[in-house]
Structure formats: C-alpha cells, structure tokens
C-alpha cells in the first residue's frame, strides 16, 4: 500500500489548509485512514480518523476546527480552519487495514504563522 499526500504549506494564524491523502495498491477489505502530526521535538500524535466503521475521532486539540472526511476508505481530506501556529507539524497520512496493519505517508509540513 502506498499513500500519497499533499496539501501542506504556509498560513497565518486563523488561516485554513486542507491536506489530501490517496492510497493506492492491493488492500484487503474496509480500512481506516488519518492523520497525525509530529512538532519539532515532540512525539508524534493522532489527529483524526475515519474509523473502519465510518465514525470520525479527534483529537481534543483540534475539535471544532478539523473536519476529516473519506471516500470508500482509500482517499481521506482533512480540512483545518482556525489554524494556530501549535499546529505547526509535519502532518503524516495513516491507513490502518483490517489485519490492524499500519501504513504511512511521506509528511507534510503545515506552518502557522503567528
């Protein structure tokens, strides 16, 4: 499984990005894909998922701002509004298959100016 990301960049505080995931290759069944994100010397955490079962999980720190969406379990879009330069972190995209497997994109870096 491969999964191809874009939509990173620059923006101000208060500013809006929307970050765009595809995957592609042989895959078993429904999955659950998402995102997470990793700041500068920290670890990286969850952000958002569309769950196997289709329901969508935040993390705290994003509710109300981030909205995830997905399409048949193989493409996701996370729309962020009301970024903070806290956000500032490479966001990277996550497809877990029904064997709980994990597969990561390649990152991509949200900056948050203040």
């Known amino acids: 499984v491969q999964l191809q990301a874009s939509g990173g960049g620059l923006v101000q505080f208060g500013g809006s990005l929307r970050l765009s995931c595809a995957a592609s290759?042989?895959?078993?069944?429904?999955?659950?894909m998402g995102w997470y994100r990793q700041a500068p010397g920290k670890q990286r955490e969850f952000v958002a998922e569309?769950?196997?079962?289709?329901?969508t999980n935040y993390a705290d720190s994003v509710k109300g701002r981030f909205t995830i969406s997905g399409d048949k379990r193989q493409s996701t879009v996370l729309q962020m509004n009301s970024l903070k330069p806290e956000d500032t972190a490479v966001y990277y995209c996550?497809?877990?298959?029904?064997?709980?497997?994990?597969?990561w994109g390649v990152g991509t870096l949200v900056t948050v100016s203040s």
């Open positions: 290759g042989t895959m078993f069944g429904r999955n659950a």
């Open positions: 996550n497809l877990r298959d029904p064997r709980g497997i994990d597969y």
């Open positions: 569309v769950a196997i079962s289709g329901d």
